[in-house]
């Protein structure tokens, strides 16, 4: 379980990487380690910590996939949705999945069991398609495959 939003909290992470080279992404790491995503007020909060501005910190935020403005589900599967996988029915997969659990791209269950985010190129393209399932990779993707797994 992650922590709510905490000014205090934020503010330890802060000074914690503070002095480091680049402080900007271990921060911004530490953040959602803590809260699970990046709160909306850690921006201006993260900003003002690094002179920054807020619309520096929101483009690294929203630049970098894995950042998140809401926390995920339990489970977070991610879909290549690259050429190789494209290539062996990954789209026609994703949408079965997508549908299977009432969910669009990006999106997690009502019941907040899983997360649901495209990803562009595990490295697995011989093993197209693939996924990762909380980091760990599946290959040869089937629905399936996909049920052992998240039933």
């Not at 910590?49 to 996939?65: D, I, M, P």
């Not at 079965?96 to 190129?121: K, M, S």
Request: proline share 7%.
């Amino acid at each position: 379980m992650f922590a709510p939003w905490s000014e205090s909290v934020a503010s330890d992470i802060i000074d914690r990487h503070r002095s480091r080279e680049g402080p900007l992404l271990p921060i911004l790491h530490a953040l959602q380690a803590a809260f699970g995503c990046i709160p909306r007020p850690a921006l201006p909060f993260v900003a003002r910590a690094l002179n920054l501005t807020r619309a520096e910190v929101h483009g690294v935020v929203s630049f970098y996939h894995d950042f998140r403005e809401e926390p995920a589900g339990r489970q977070v599967l991610k879909l290549c949705r690259a050429e190789a996988c494209q290539s062996m029915g990954a789209e026609a997969l994703a949408r079965q999945i997508l549908d299977h659990f009432g969910v669009d791209w990006g999106a997690t269950t009502a019941d907040g069991r899983l997360t649901i985010e495209a990803t562009y190129c595990l490295g697995l393209c011989a093993c197209a398609p693939a996924a990762l399932l909380d980091g760990e990779p599946l290959g040869r993707l089937t629905p399936n495959l996909l049920q052992e797994f998240v039933p």
